[in-house]
């Protein structure tokens, strides 16, 4: 079904990527058109925020495309680093928007002004904004189950704090309407220390996947787990995991009798290599035999 040549985990990042974009543009063009009506200071935070959302998503765009390009002459173990490029790229853009946004915050924040007449819709935009944001974090959300996609989770990310961003301008549109022009400019900061921290989370887990940073210690188990419950496997050492785009490059020594055959030993191999790959929906695993009591074993990270 969803396995199908249609859905694929090449096709959803691609639906995925495409419908950011999309979603991105239109709500420039609704956030534009209430900020200028308006002249609320909480929508322009959220036009800027939705502005560089548009380039972060065309950045994953391109970043997506050639991450999903199979491997070559020159990139053996394929283009899967593309994607926490791509998401480091997103983590600038954010913090570039957040910025912006606490500079003109302060300053409407010292000079407060009243809200121009275009309340209502600026009401509707906002209102428009969290259904479109939440369908794309609906459909996101799907994709990162299906794919692990580190450069779609750096996109869901900001556009979940977007839809917090959303509801806080509803609420400051109102209270300045009603008055409290000090509202909508400290509404406007808490957003930019918000996206800040976004940005943050985007950048540390991008790091992460550069610097081939283990996998989940839950899935080290369960490969340890595999690994061990072979009748014919005396013990393993040496996991080493790590994970390049939708991939998982796995890493381990199996500890086997001295005296079995080499066909043997090869059988056993792929037999537990099967129950691991059983695990992810895109692996390389690589494993070498060790006989029982080798003093060559080294001892097993932590």
């Known amino acids: 079904m969803l396995r199908s040549q249609y859905f694929t985990p090449a096709a959803l990042m691609r639906i995925a990527s495409y419908a950011s974009v999309v979603t991105a543009i239109v709500l420039i063009t609704a956030k534009l058109l209430a900020w200028y009506l308006s002249d609320a200071v909480s929508i322009l935070a959220s036009l800027i925020d939705s502005s560089l959302d548009l380039l972060a998503s065309l950045v994953n765009l391109l970043a997506i495309r050639h991450a999903l390009q199979p491997a070559d002459k020159e990139h053996r173990f394929g283009h899967g680093k593309a994607e926490p490029l791509a998401a480091l790229g997103q983590a600038m853009f954010i913090a570039g928007s957040a910025a912006m946004l606490l500079f003109q915050a302060s300053s409407r924040l010292i000079h407060p002004q009243p809200l121009a007449s275009g309340i209502e819709l600026g009401l509707i935009v906002m209102v428009f904004s969290i259904i479109a944001t939440t369908l794309l974090i609906i459909l996101q959300r799907y994709v990162i189950k299906k794919t692990n996609s580190s450069a779609i989770r750096a996109d869901s990310l900001h556009y979940q704090s977007d839809l917090l961003i959303n509801v806080s301008i509803i609420v400051a549109l109102l209270l300045t309407h009603y008055g409290w022009l000090w509202f909508d400019p400290v ?32 899935e080290r188990q369960q490969i340890i787990r595999l690994a061990n419950s072979h009748p014919q496997v005396r013990g393993m050492h040496d996991l080493r995991t790590r994970r390049s785009g939708t991939r998982v490059f796995i890493q381990l020594h199996l500890e086997l009798d001295p005296h079995m055959q080499l066909q043997q030993a090869h059988d056993v191999s792929n037999a537990v290599s099967q129950k691991i790959q059983a695990l992810f929906d895109d692996a390389e695993i690589i494993i070498h035999q060790d006989p029982l009591n080798d003093s060559a074993i080294e001892p097993p990270f932590a």
């Open 187 to 218: 509404m406007a900061m808490l957003i930019g220390f918000y996206v800040l921290l976004s940005a943050w989370k985007i950048f540390r887990d991008a790091i992460d996947l550069l610097m081939d940073h283990e996998i989940t210690d839950t």
